[in-house]
Nanobody, 126 residues
Framework: QLQLVESGGGLVQSGGSLRLSCAAS????????IVWFRQAPGKEREGISC???????NYADSVKGRFTISRDNAKNTVYLQLNSLKPEDTGVYYCAAYKNLLRPMCSIGRTVYDYWGQGTQVTVSS
């Protein structure tokens, strides 16, 4: 079965850290860009970070300097390190993949993806 599976979410206090994982199953991630999204309660889903197949990174202003995206193609997994967490970071975090063959950069503003994960909940208490 071709899918992305997120893990690593949980409950953490303000200022704490989490590391999210996005693992591919049934296909290899090496030609894909990966985008992390989050959806806060009552809000639309927003793209927060992406990594291209050549590991060029991009971040939304809301997470720049606090979150770090990385990839390990040998493990077929992309990670999102969340540091200095704030209550407003609470939400469901999703990863999505699209083939990244023509451009060196990735985009957090795309609307079409090849694969989506099911999401992992992150809750930050104040």
């Amino acid at each position: 079965q071709l899918q992305l599976v997120e893990s690593g979410g949980g409950l953490v206090q303000s200022g704490g850290s989490l590391r999210l994982s996005c693992a591919a199953s049934g296909f290899t991630l090496d030609v894909y860009a990966i985008v992390w999204f989050r959806q806060a309660p009552g809000k639309e889903r927003e793209g927060i970070s992406c990594i291209s197949r050549s590991s060029i990174r991009n971040y939304a202003d809301s997470v720049k300097g606090r979150f770090t995206i990385s990839r390990d193609n040998a493990k077929n997994t992309v990670y999102l390190q969340l540091n200095s967490l704030k209550p407003e970071d609470t939400g469901v975090y999703y990863c999505a993949a699209y083939k990244n063959l023509l451009r060196p950069m990735c985009s957090i503003g795309r609307t079409v993806y090849d694969y989506w994960g099911q999401g992992t909940q992150v809750t930050v208490s104040s």
